[in-house]
């Protein structure tokens, strides 16, 4: 793992280089971001620049190696078990710390999830926050700093990743070899994160693009039986119901933004398509079809049945 390889966050990985080279380490960080933006890799970067001596990890020495494989004796990952981060996993981490390290100058761990403790986990992660053993080195990931708690944020030095412009993971994904329309829809779907648009990118649903957005169009609330076909697409398709809707959200936001006299949509290559629809409905349809959209994904993500929460759309989205 090399900063090489992070896309975007010129300025925080330029941070985490300076200070691999300075050798003056703080004894734990927190690393602020969207999921899918590079924490974790920065996060594992950076330790890999450690141990490797340099302020740029080289890839191929026997510790690089290990990181990579990620099976380093020295390189501890905490995840939330479940819901939270559990006490005992804290307290595993404590023991493991407390060792003298094998082989790296220090022991070090990557928690992902800081903003995932709870009241008990946390306050026995601050024991450790107070008094590191050893030069032991704890990177915490978070995806906002409001969501950790106050008493652990007030421990860490925080570094900020913020999501990646879109022109930037298009561009990567078309050096990845995505074709250019792909590349764009995903990249404009990623909401900043290169690891949803690579998601998008390699699943079928954008393949379905086309006739799912078709689909959506043709609803008509004098026709009974169009408007179950996204539930029947997707029944009990949790991750690709959701994916569908992303895709549908952004054919509705161009549809917004011809409206209001824009031209800078995302999806070119249906602007015929875009244009029609957009001139059946006002902005004001659009627009309650835009948060209908969102109010949608939020149902499936939290559990709700797939195909009703498709249907229920489908009658909101009719003409």
């Known amino acids: 793992?090399?900063?090489?390889?992070?896309?975007?966050?010129?300025?925080?990985?330029?941070?985490?280089?300076?200070?691999?080279?300075?050798?003056?380490?703080?004894?734990?960080?927190?690393?602020?971001?969207?999921?899918?933006?590079?924490?974790?890799?920065?996060?594992?970067?950076?330790?890999?620049?450690?141990?490797?001596?340099?302020?740029?990890?080289?890839?191929?020495?026997?510790?690089?190696?290990?990181?990579?494989?990620?099976?380093?004796?020295?390189?501890?990952?905490?995840?939330?078990?479940?819901?939270?981060?559990?006490?005992?996993?804290?307290?595993?981490?404590?023991?493991?710390?407390?060792?003298?390290?094998?082989?790296?100058?220090?022991?070090?761990?990557?928690?992902?999830?800081?903003?995932?403790?709870?009241?008990?986990?946390?306050?026995?992660?601050?024991?450790t926050l107070e008094e590191p053993p050893g030069n032991a080195l704890m990177i915490l990931l978070a995806t906002t700093a409001d969501n950790v708690l106050p008493t652990i944020r007030s421990r860490c030095q925080q570094l900020l990743f913020s999501g990646i412009p879109t022109e930037e993971i298009e561009t990567y994904l078309r050096g990845q070899g995505t074709d250019a329309e792909t590349a764009q829809v995903a990249a404009s779907l990623a909401d900043g994160s290169i690891s949803r648009a690579l998601a998008l990118c390699s699943e079928e649903i954008m393949a379905s693009r086309g006739d799912i957005i078709h689909a959506a169009c043709n609803l008509d609330r004098q026709e009974m039986l169009p408007l179950f076909t996204l539930g029947e697409m997707f029944d009990k398709e949790r991750e690709k119901a959701t994916q569908a809707i992303e895709l549908l959200t952004s054919f509705w936001r161009d549809m917004l933004l011809l409206r209001s006299g824009s031209g800078r949509v995302v999806n070119r290559d249906m602007l015929p398509l875009l244009q029609r629809e957009a001139a059946k409905r006002s902005e004001s349809t659009i627009i309650g079809n835009i948060e209908q959209l969102g109010r949608t994904r939020s149902a499936i993500l939290r559990n709700a049945n797939v195909r009703l929460a498709l249907d229920a759309l489908s009658m909101k989205l009719a003409v």
């Not at 990620?70 to 981060?85: A, K, R, T, Y």
Request: charged share 20%.
């Open 1 to 127: 793992m090399s900063f090489r390889q992070i896309v975007g966050h010129a300025k925080s990985i330029a941070i985490l280089r300076r200070i691999a080279a300075s050798g003056r380490i703080a004894h734990a960080y927190l690393f602020i971001g969207p999921e899918g933006t590079g924490r974790k890799m920065s996060a594992t970067a950076f330790i890999a620049a450690l141990f490797c001596g340099t302020d740029d990890p080289c890839g191929s020495c026997p510790s690089c190696r290990k990181i990579a494989a990620g099976n380093h004796p020295d390189l501890h990952i905490v995840q939330p078990d479940g819901q939270f981060i559990k006490i005992d996993q804290v307290r595993e981490l404590q023991r493991e710390l407390a060792f003298r390290p094998y082989e790296a100058p220090r022991k070090t761990c990557i928690i992902d999830g800081a903003d995932r403790f709870n009241q008990s986990s946390g306050n026995a992660l601050l024991k």
